[in-house]
């Protein structure tokens, strides 16, 4: 026991680090886009009368929702290629990975939201001509994702912490940079204790964000 | 006076259970009718065949002389387009009021007419304030549905479906689920409708309203007409005892003359 802290070497090499740091906040962005979009479309589609629609949109849930995400991640970058033909690299890989995984869970938050609304809301955008889609649109959804905005921005976070998993397969982000800052200097306390002062001081103003949230929406019902 | 709606052997079943069994009814147009009968009886799913909230099992339904649907080897096919059509021709109104929440009072009465019927925002705008002025809530333009009344968010959601444009109006029990004191507002602001002349089916409980405001009164009873006539005559004296016990349950507590 007795280590002595020396976060010197990580100083040094900051733009290392850095370049980690612009990594996930990149693959975080593009996976949190397409997972909680991609998401809504699998939420509506799963919860559709038609069952050439809900059934693939249940399968889908069901494969991504059950199975790890480092594992998908892995998948796609080494057995995706082999099996399709179709190149991918690590970055490609990560985010096949996690916004799949991120679209199924998300695609059930929209899904609860969506049959948490009053049948009447339906009936009346219903009896006032409006269509199944216009409905949906203008009068459920909106209510509904307002109602589930708390669950999904726990997804966000998620995601956020998620994107480390990237690293598996060489893409470029903080973890990635860590293990190599670690790697030259033998420094892997003061490198991974780096990583997670990180993730804490980007995430723990967010989660504080989202309380405020939660506080606003349940003063707007 | 001419003839608006037209329902012709009307008949509906969910799964096993025949819930109406064969219903005919011509309303002229102005006419306000009163459908009254005991829960069960068919009398709210009646109203939502009329424009296919529920779709009829059976049976034919004329809007202004039209067929609603095309029969194919003696049955009726419905396409989407054309009930979403009717329905905008027809405005509803529910116990529960079913407003949008997260649509002020002007854009609950907008939506319809904006989405559906696809008036320009200026006119669509007009036409909602004009209604709302109508039911008396012209000032609560701006103020969310949660921030109402009962009584208001039903008339509200009456000026919601005015402002369709509607060649008739259903009412489904509107007043039921009412605090006592906020049902006048509500019922004063359906008499002023019918007395200007709109084309009324309601389906209620209260024999006062009825008495006062109905052309005519049917009663329902195991998913058939049973009776109907002229209010004054048909609850002061029914023909039928199902009729008189169904009158007599709703004065059984009476205030003494």
């Known amino acids: 026991m007795g280590h002595t802290w020396d976060f010197a070497t990580i100083l040094q090499n900051w733009p290392v680090l850095w370049v980690g740091i612009k990594g996930t906040v990149f693959i975080f962005v593009i996976t949190v886009v397409l997972g909680l979009g991609g998401g809504l479309v699998v939420g509506v589609a799963r919860y559709a009368k038609s069952p050439f629609l809900s059934w693939p949109a249940r399968a889908f849930v069901e494969v991504f929702r059950n199975t790890p995400v480092l594992v998908q991640i892995i998948w796609f970058f080494y057995a995706f290629p082999i099996l399709t033909g179709i190149e991918t690299d690590p970055f490609l890989a990560a985010v096949l990975g996690i916004s799949l995984n991120t679209m199924a869970f998300s695609a059930e938050i929209y899904r609860a939201g969506i049959q948490s609304i009053d049948r009447g809301q339906w009936e009346a955008g219903k009896a006032i001509g409006m269509t199944y889609n216009q409905t949906l649109r203008r009068i459920i959804l909106p209510v509904a994702v307002k109602r589930v905005l708390p669950a999904l921005t726990n997804r966000g976070i998620e995601v956020f912490k998620m994107s480390t998993l990237a690293s598996v397969v060489g893409y470029v982000e903080t973890l990635n940079q860590a293990k190599l800052i670690a790697d030259l200097n033998y420094n892997p306390i003061e490198s991974y204790t780096a990583v997670a002062l990180i993730f804490f001081v980007v995430l723990f103003p967010v989660v504080q964000g989202t309380y405020v949230l939660e506080r606003m929406l349940r003063k707007g019902d | ?257």
């Open chain 2, 1 to 257: 006076m001419s003839e608006i709606l037209r329902i012709e052997n009307l008949h509906k079943s969910f799964d096993d259970l025949e819930v109406l069994k064969g219903i005919d009814l011509t309303v002229q147009s102005g006419e306000t009718v009163v459908i009254l009968g005991s829960s069960g009886s068919g009398k709210s799913t009646m109203l939502r065949c009329v424009n296919f909230m529920e779709s009829p099992t059976n049976g034919k339904i004329y809007l202004n002389g039209d067929l609603i649907g095309t029969e194919r080897n003696g049955k009726m096919t419905y396409k989407e387009a054309e009930l979403c059509t009717l329905r905008s021709r027809i405005g509803m109104v529910f116990q529960h009021f079913n407003l949008f929440p997260h649509m002020t009072v002007l854009e609950n009465v907008l939506e319809g007419q904006v989405i559906v019927l696809g008036r320009a925002k200026m006119e669509a705008r007009d036409k909602a304030m004009a209604q709302l002025e109508r039911v008396g809530l012209a000032e609560k333009a701006f103020e969310y549905p949660s921030r109402l009344s009962g009584g208001q968010k039903q008339r509200v959601a009456i000026a919601r479906a005015l402002a369709m444009d509607p060649e008739v109006m259903l009412f489904d029990e509107v007043t039921s689920a009412l605090d006592p004191e906020l049902v006048g507002e509500v019922l004063k602001t359906m008499r002023q409708l019918a007395e200007e002349g709109m084309t009324m089916l309601c389906v209620t409980h209260e024999l006062g309203f009825a008495y006062h405001v109905a052309n005519r009164v049917l009663f329902l009873n195991e998913g058939i007409i049973l009776e109907q006539g002229e209010p004054q005559s048909i609850l002061k004296n029914p023909d039928t005892n199902r009729m008189r016990e169904f009158l007599d349950g709703h004065s059984l507590f009476k205030l003494p003359d």
